[in-house]
T-cell receptor
Framework: ETGVTQTPRHLVMGMTNKKSLKCEQHLGHNAMYWYKQSAKKPLELMFVYNFKEQTENNSVPSRFSPECPNSSHLFLHLHTLQPEDSALYLC??????????????FGPGTRLLVL | DAKTTQPNSMESNEEEPVHLPCNHSTISGTDYIHWYRQLPSQGPEYVIHGLTSNVNNRMASLAIAEDRKSSTLILHRATLRDAAVYYCILASGSRLTFGEGTQLTVNP
């Protein structure tokens, strides 16, 4: 596999469920990101990890819990979500996570529907 | 974060060049100009980026104004597969702040 992969691609969950989104990058990068894209809205940065350490949390509610066990894997644990959390969740990676000249590589996203 | 302004939508004909404009009058000296595009039901895809000089790659060209307050993404020969939302983004750190972008429609 190459690039950035995300599983599952689609997820339907109830408000009381707990689920996890998984992201894996095969590019040897050291920075990973979670973005949220709601319908008809721009992408919003949620979390940034550099070398497994969280370096940015963009005021995300605690019902979203990220985990980065190593530089290749990133998880987003979901619990007690609300219907307004339904969105496309995108993972990205970049080489170092520093400097404006870096390119970010995005996965295909997980389409989440909260009922 | 410095902001960018793009037209909401543009149309082009297949096999013709497309010039997508972006204004960024509050750009700082350390901001890079990035362009990404997003096809329907996919994640964003990197297109090109630059700092001061014009840039070319296999996908597109980036023309940057001398004062850096505007830039233009040039697709030399549009194809139907180029229909997407194109985002112009300023980045000085790792953060990419996406705006609404320009929806490009390519007519056969």
């Amino acid at each position: 596999e190459t690039g950035v992969t995300q599983t599952p691609r689609h997820l339907v969950m109830g408000m009381t469920n707990k689920k996890s989104l998984k992201c894996e990058q095969h590019l040897g990068h050291n920075a990973m990101y979670w973005y949220k894209q709601s319908a008809k809205k721009p992408l919003e940065l949620m979390f940034v990890y550099n070398f497994k350490e969280q370096t940015e949390n963009n005021s995300v509610p605690s019902r979203f819990s990220p985990e980065c066990p190593n530089s290749s894997h990133l998880f987003l644990h979901l619990h007690t979500l609300q219907p307004e959390d339904s969105a496309l969740y995108l993972c990205a990676s970049s080489q170092e996570g520093t400097g404006g000249g870096e390119t970010q590589y995005f996965g295909p996203g997980t389409r989440l529907l909260v009922l | 974060d410095a902001k960018t302004t793009q037209p909401n939508s543009m149309e082009s004909n297949e096999e013709e060049p497309v010039h997508l404009p972006c204004n960024h009058s509050t750009i700082s000296g350390t901001d890079y100009i990035h362009w990404y595009r997003q096809l329907p039901s996919q994640g964003p895809e990197y297109v090109i980026h630059g700092l001061t000089s014009n840039v070319n790659n296999r996908m597109a060209s980036l023309a940057i104004a001398e004062d850096r307050k505007s830039s233009t993404l040039i697709l030399h020969r549009a194809t139907l597969r180029d229909a997407a939302v194109y985002y112009c983004i300023l980045a000085s750190g790792s953060r990419l702040t996406f705006g609404e972008g320009t929806q490009l429609t390519v007519n056969p």
